[in-house]
């Protein structure tokens, strides 16, 4: 079965710190990974797309990573802010499927002022 | 990136009712999905809905609880049939855009149903 993972399932730091939320998933043979924010009560927010043939992507102060190998992606956050406060989701597209995402269960984050 | 709408934003509706959720895309594209977030989960695939043809449904969706339309390449609509409690949920829709950089998969923001 093709899952998704995202550990930890909460996480608190202070103002500025660097850190980096985990995702993992069981099937190497994705078309692609994708990182989304999520506010409360809102929807979803697309951050970075990394292709299967890619290693890492970067927009600003995130950083994103792919190793197929390990089934693992990491988001990287430098230097963080309170408005980085959100739930961040990881979802895969699994080849074989029709195109759709499988979700992770999120991590969500509080930057602390 | 694609831009996305979805009426109504929020409603609260009463058991035994049916609600149509409407998506509007900016631009036209081949696939659309709709998706449901129960409280406190993550996103579960309802089904996929090509233009042009039937909607594919996941397992544990059917059909007759959520119709789906897709009258064009640009709107969707799913509706959510003969209402429970246990329908409350952010339903939202998504599509692929191919732009480059830019590419991958973009979500309206959805719909937030409470049944009562």
């Known amino acids: 079965k093709q899952e998704v993972t995202q550990i930890p399932a909460a996480l608190s730091v202070p103002e500025g710190e660097n850190l980096v939320l985990n995702c993992s998933f069981t099937d190497s043979a994705i078309y692609n990974l994708q990182w989304f924010r999520q506010d409360p009560g809102k929807g979803l927010t697309s951050l970075l797309l990394i292709q299967s043939s890619q290693r890492e992507q970067t927009s600003g102060r995130l950083n994103a990573s792919l190793d197929k190998s390990s089934g693992r992606s990491t988001l990287y956050i430098a230097a963080s802010q309170p408005g980085d406060s959100a739930t961040y989701l990881c979802a895969a597209c699994f080849r074989g499927s029709a195109r759709q995402l499988t979700f992770g269960s999120g991590t969500q984050l509080t930057v602390l002022p | 990136s694609a831009v996305i709408s979805q009426k109504p934003s929020r409603d609260i509706c009463q058991r035994g009712t049916s609600l149509t959720i409407q998506c509007q895309v900016d631009?036209?594209?081949?696939?659309m999905f709709w998706y449901r977030q129960q409280p406190g989960q993550s996103l579960t695939l309802i089904a996929t809905a090509n233009q042009g043809s039937e909607a594919t449904y996941e397992s544990g969706f059917v059909i007759d609880k959520f119709p789906i339309s897709r009258p064009n390449l640009t709107f969707s609509t799913l509706t959510v049939s003969n209402m429970s409690p246990e329908d409350s949920s952010i339903y939202l829709c998504?599509?692929?855009?191919?732009?480059?950089?830019?590419?991958?998969?973009?979500f309206g923001p959805g719909t937030r149903l409470t049944v009562t």
């Open positions: 998504s599509v692929e855009s191919y732009r480059g950089q830019r590419s991958g998969q973009y």
């Open positions: 631009s036209q594209v081949t696939m």
